[in-house]
């Protein structure tokens, strides 16, 4: 069974870090892109970035709104994938999903439970 | 900004046919893929390619193209149907994923 369970959500007061993680298992992690997805509180879904696989050399996509301070790796030998964030804003308080890239299609076919990212003094 | 525009709010008496618009000029280059999600729960893709459906999501569910609009159509709507629903795709420049802003659909 495909699993993906996010960890390491917390408080954190604007301009600080953190770092998220995903563990996936149930499928061979290392042949697919992973993105995360993020939701603040009551409203919609926004993608904030990816990392493909080794085959297109671990290549990172974000999207503008944090280009420059996240940044998205991964680690085959552990199934994980981690979402370090930087310069926090409360903008960027949400829910954080790690998903998985269905081959080929774009279609996000798992998705983690999310972790809680609050940004607040 | 989205650059896919959805309806905020749709609805649908049990039973009757509902159509779920999502409108982006990245619509006519990329093909679009469609995500349920329920109150505090996680999203799960509906639809996604041309017209595919995954595993376990019934054929009530389907999805067309028309120029820069993509739909998601249900056929004979069900309680559990009830949901936000959002569609993503590329966006303009086709190396990043954008959502819309949802549609809240519901079954009266």
């Known amino acids: 069974e495909v699993e993906l369970v996010e960890s390491g959500g917390a408080l954190v007061q604007p301009g600080g870090s953190l770092r998220v993680s995903c563990a996936a298992s149930?499928?061979?992690?290392?042949?697919?892109?992973m993105d995360w997805v993020r939701q603040a509180p009551g409203k919609g879904l926004e993608w904030v970035g990816r990392?493909?696989?080794?085959?297109?050399?671990?290549?990172?996509e974000y999207d503008a709104s944090v280009r420059g301070r996240f940044i998205i790796s991964r680690d085959d030998s552990t199934n994980s994938v981690y979402l370090q964030m930087n310069n926090l804003k409360s903008a960027d308080t949400a829910i954080y999903y790690c998903?998985?890239?269905?081959?080929?299609?774009?279609?996000?076919?798992?998705w983690g439970q999310g972790t809680l990212v609050a940004v607040s003094s | 900004s989205s650059e896919l525009t959805q309806d905020p709010a749709v609805s649908v008496v049990l039973g009757q046919t509902v159509r779920i618009t999502c409108q982006g000029d990245?619509?006519?280059?990329?093909?679009a893929t469609w995500y349920r999600q329920k109150p505090g729960q996680a999203p799960v893709f509906v639809l996604y390619?041309?017209?595919k459906r995954p595993s376990g999501i019934p054929d009530r569910f389907s999805g067309s193209y028309s120029g820069d609009t993509t739909s998601l159509t249900i056929i004979g709507a069900q309680a559990e149907d009830e949901a936000d629903y959002y569609c993503?795709?590329?966006?303009?420049?086709?190396?990043?994923?954008?959502f819309g802003g949802g549609t809240r659909l519901t079954v009266l």
């Open positions: 998903a998985r890239e269905h081959s080929g299609d774009d279609a996000f076919d798992a």
């Open positions: 149930g499928f061979i992690f290392s042949d697919h892109y």
């Open positions: 990392i493909k696989h080794k085959y297109n050399s671990y290549h990172t």
């Open positions: 990245s619509l006519r280059s990329y093909y």
């Open positions: 390619g041309k017209d």
């Open positions: 993503k795709s590329r966006d303009s420049s086709g190396n990043e994923f954008v």
